[in-house]
């Protein structure tokens, strides 16, 4: 029999595999993120980077940057929440990769608990600043785990 630990890791791995599906829904060209935000076991929001509602679906300029309005993964899952009737409080962000400092301290203030991440980004700022807060911050990548 499964002892919690384990459930929980298959559990992890599985939301992680759903954010990279979501990802797939990015019009971005340079990285596709996507996130989930998980509580109780249902997913209670979700957000894939990309430009805000309205605007057209091209993320990056002539030269290939990133335009500066393009919204990420966590922030668009979050801002969601603010729409709908459900709040993140206590509840776990799956992201396919790791949170921006920015977006960090949107995790802080939603009161997410718990941030599980897919694949590290050359700035770890973010991820200090949720330890930081005490946010219990997981890196986990699928890839390396046998798929059940």
């Known amino acids: 029999m499964e002892n919690n630990d384990e459930k929980q890791l298959k559990l992890d791995l599985r939301y992680l595999r759903m954010a990279r599906i979501w990802a797939e829904n990015s019009y971005c060209k340079r990285r596709k993120v996507g996130a989930l935000v998980v ?3 249902m997913i209670i929001s979700d957000g894939y980077n990309g430009t805000p509602s309205g605007f057209e679906n091209i993320c990056e300029d ?4 990133t335009k500066p309005y393009v919204l990420h ?3 668009n899952a979050i801002t969601k929440l603010a ?13 396919t990769a790791s949170p ?4 960090s301290k ?4 939603a ?6 991440y897919g694949e590290k980004y050359r700035l770890n700022d973010g991820i200090e600043l949720l330890k930081r807060a005490n946010i ?7 890839d390396e785990y046998q798929q059940e």
């Open 83 to 95: 729409r709908s009737h459900n709040n993140s409080e206590g509840s776990t962000l799956y992201v």
């Open 39 to 41: 509580k109780k076991k």
């Open 136 to 142: 219990e911050v997981i890196y986990l990548n699928p």
């Open 106 to 109: 949107l995790i802080i203030q």
């Open 111 to 116: 009161g997410i608990k718990r941030v599980v």
């Open 73 to 75: 993964a966590e922030a």
């Open 100 to 103: 921006c400092i920015e977006c």
């Open 62 to 65: 002539d030269n290939n940057i």
